[in-house]
């Protein structure tokens, strides 16, 4: 991770607080997760399950991203050859 990168996740993070129950951040001067507060355990195990898709996808997304990335380096790299 670059310095800017870390910097910016320190100031950022600071504010948040991981909640225990989804595993995903929250501000801290809340008493209670906004995320997953009034979900029942089902719910919960629904939405979580739509989260790691979402994660999933978005992996696949910046995959996609940089095969084309390196395509067109390529092909630029090519174009001045």
């Known amino acids: 991770m ?4 870390n910097t910016i996740w320190r100031g950022k993070s600071s504010k948040l607080q991981r909640c225990k129950r989804c595993e995903r951040h929250f501000a801290k001067d809340l008493d209670n997760c906004t995320h997953c507060s009034e979900l029942n355990e089902q719910q919960l195990i629904a939405f979580k399950a739509d989260y790691e898709k979402q994660l999933e996808s ?7 991203l940089l095969i084309s990335a390196i395509f067109i380096a390529g092909l630029l790299l090519v174009s001045f050859l």
């Open 58 to 64: 978005n992996a696949s997304l910046g995959r996609y």
């Open 2 to 5: 670059s310095m800017g990168v």
